[in-house]
């Protein structure tokens, strides 16, 4: 079946600095996601991208789907200690009728030192 | 708009019992999906259904069933539970937007089996 590898697998930065996240798959998707999960809670989309190349921002996030459509990255700039949590890629793929099927990345833990 | 709940948040189950766990959204959402989250092993769906009175099989099904009697709600069963399925599970709901379905998460329920 479809899978993503998501790297890194954890991070840990200062307050202030920019991080980089991405998933990577021998897969095509036609959708990418990105989430992000506080401790105790649900995931919570930050992110989708529809197209190849599509650059999205939300605030200090910004993510990009990869041309080949096999990739996306997830950049967090300036990063302050409430971005601490896990981040979820997700690729979406579409097989006709309601066949729509989404692929979780294993995430990406992210710590943030104040 | 709640959005997606969940209910209950935490159980304790003896290894053989029974239980439900309640998924509702007030969305009008088409799909809803019930993944397991296990450490190091990302979101795994579990079933799903793109409609009232339709389900269908994900990833892990072994030892669950589900119901979509309405469209608002989807209810997940364990007939026999078993150490194994010790985890959290976590309901989503989706709609078409862009030609793609993003999917939102309810807060989770942490299931323990002794």
């Known amino acids: 079946g479809q899978q993503l590898n998501q790297s890194p697998q954890s991070m840990f930065i200062q307050e202030g600095e920019d991080v980089s996240m991405n998933c990577t798959s021998s897969s095509i998707f036609n959708t990418w996601l990105w989430y992000k999960q506080d401790p105790g809670e649900g995931p919570v989309l930050l992110i989708a991208l529809y197209k190849a190349g599509e650059l999205t921002s939300n605030g200090r996030l910004t993510a990009q789907f990869g041309i080949t459509r096999k990739d996306s990255f997830l950049n967090i700039s300036a990063s302050i200690p409430s971005d601490v949590g896990i981040y979820f890629c997700a690729g979406q793929t579409y097989s006709g009728g309601s066949n729509y099927k989404l692929t979780f990345g294993k995430g990406t833990l992210l710590t943030v030192n104040p | 708009n709640a959005g997606v709940t969940q209910t209950p948040k935490f159980r304790v189950l003896k290894t053989g019992q029974s239980m439900t766990l309640l998924c509702a959204q007030d969305m009008n959402h088409e799909y809803m999906y019930w993944y397991r989250q296990d450490p190091g092993m990302g979101l795994r769906l579990i079933h799903y259904?793109?409609?009232?009175?339709?389900?269908a099989k994900g990833e892990v099904p072994d030892g669950y069933n589900v119901s979509r009697l309405k469209k608002q709600n989807f209810l997940l069963g364990l007939e026999s539970a078993a150490p194994s399925q010790t985890s959290v599970y976590f309901c989503?709901?989706?709609?078409?937007?862009?030609?793609?379905?993003?999917?939102?998460f309810g807060p989770g329920t942490r299931l323990t089996v002794t």
């Open positions: 989503a709901s989706s709609y078409l937007t862009s030609g793609s379905y993003e999917q939102y």
């Open positions: 259904s793109v409609g009232e009175g339709t389900t």
